[in-house]
């Protein structure tokens, strides 16, 4: 154990960084939820990562805007993508989101085959890189995240229908996938979601941004302390929070957690 470790000027940056995801994720995530597409952050976690590796391919200078665009138009496209399968095929949803993130993987894996440094950018964008995150990484994420939900708060993404949903669906994971990896993505969209679901409305939200800020402080500062993976520590630290919770709401009983309870 390392106390020295916790140091706020490393710590901080990376902190600050997993709450903005929070932002954005948390209540993109009771969305996922309720339309039973679990998978949907993994494939377009993964086709985002897919654009960040292709522009890497071209020779593109890494966390340049081309890479930003690159990434962006990946998941753009993956969304549209998934909007025409689910009105083609909607019974079949969730099997097409699983073949489009094994195939994006696919992909990666292939394009980085000739990269002596391929594993390497392979873990990055699985488990992320959080505590090296910069200023202008947080600057691009504060700002994507503030945009979204802005547009969540008025209403504009469900004017947009399906598309709207995917098309903010993508821009949140484009911009958290190349911080905190996909592993931390998936954890930061649907654990706060599925620990709080015996929750409603805005005591569901608040609780799910207090699960998930507490999970990101408890992980981080526990991989400082014991010199481990910032991601793999974050993720085990959610599902605890998460599994903590979903006690919480056993205890509690469907009237304290906002549920109307069960009629005669």
Same mark, same amino acid.
């Given at each position: 154990?390392?106390?020295?470790?916790?140091?706020?000027?490393?710590?901080?940056?990376?902190?600050?960084?997993?709450?903005?995801?929070?932002?954005?994720?948390?209540?993109?995530?009771?969305?996922?939820?309720?339309?039973?597409?679990?998978?949907?952050?993994?494939?377009?976690?993964?086709?985002?990562?897919?654009?960040?590796?292709?522009?890497?391919?071209?020779?593109?200078?890494?966390?340049?805007?081309?890479?930003?665009?690159?990434?962006?138009?990946?998941?753009?496209?993956?969304?549209?993508?998934?909007?025409?399968?689910?009105?083609?095929?909607?019974?079949?949803?969730?099997?097409?989101?699983?073949?489009?993130?094994? #195939? &994006?993987?696919?992909?990666?894996? *292939? =394009? @980085? /085959?000739?990269? !002596?440094?391929?594993? $390497?950018? +392979?873990?990055?964008?699985?488990?992320?890189?959080?505590?090296?995150?910069?200023?202008?990484?947080?600057?691009? #994420? &504060?700002?994507?995240?503030?945009? *979204? =939900? @802005? /547009?969540?708060? !008025?209403?504009?993404? $469900?004017? +947009?229908?399906?598309?709207?949903?995917?098309?903010?669906?993508?821009?949140?994971?484009?911009?958290?996938?190349? #911080?905190?990896?996909?592993?931390?993505?998936?954890?930061?969209?649907?654990?706060?979601?599925?620990?709080?679901?015996?929750?409603?409305?805005?005591?569901?939200?608040?609780?799910?941004?207090?699960?998930?800020?507490?999970?990101?402080?408890?992980?981080?500062?526990?991989?400082?302390?014991?010199?481990?993976?910032?991601?793999?520590?974050?993720?085990?630290?959610?599902?605890?929070?998460?599994?903590?919770?979903?006690?919480?709401?056993?205890?509690?009983?469907?009237?304290?957690?906002?549920?109307?309870?069960?009629?005669?």
């Amino acid at each position: 154990m390392n106390l020295s470790a916790l140091d706020l000027g490393l710590l901080g940056p990376a902190l600050l960084a997993g709450w903005l995801v929070l932002a954005t994720h948390v209540p993109l995530g009771m969305q996922v939820l309720d339309r039973g597409i679990v998978f949907i952050d993994l494939a377009i976690a993964q086709i985002a990562g897919l654009g960040v590796i292709g522009a890497d391919t071209l020779g593109l200078p890494e966390g340049g805007l081309a890479v930003q665009a690159a990434a962006v138009t990946a998941a753009l496209l993956g969304a549209w993508l998934l909007t025409w399968t689910e009105r083609r095929a909607p019974a079949q949803q969730e099997a097409l989101i699983g073949v489009m993130f094994i #195939l &994006a993987a696919s992909a990666s894996v *292939l =394009l @980085l /085959a000739g990269n !002596a440094h391929g594993g $390497e950018h +392979l873990k990055d964008l699985l488990v992320g890189q959080i505590l090296w995150v910069s200023p202008a990484q947080i600057g691009w #994420l &504060a700002g994507v995240s503030a945009l *979204l =939900l @802005l /547009a969540l708060a !008025a209403g504009r993404v $469900e004017r +947009l229908g399906r598309f709207g949903f995917y098309a903010s669906f993508a821009l949140a994971v484009t911009a958290s996938v190349q #911080l905190v990896g996909v592993y931390l993505v998936f954890a930061s969209l649907i654990i706060p979601a599925l620990a709080t679901r015996a929750w409603s409305g805005r005591r569901r939200l608040l609780l799910a941004y207090a699960l998930g800020a507490l999970g990101y402080a408890l992980g981080l500062g526990l991989s400082a302390l014991f010199d481990l993976p910032s991601g793999a520590v974050v993720v085990w630290a959610l599902a605890l929070c998460g599994l903590a919770t979903a006690r919480l709401a056993s205890l509690a009983g469907p009237r304290h957690a906002g549920m109307s309870p069960p009629s005669a």
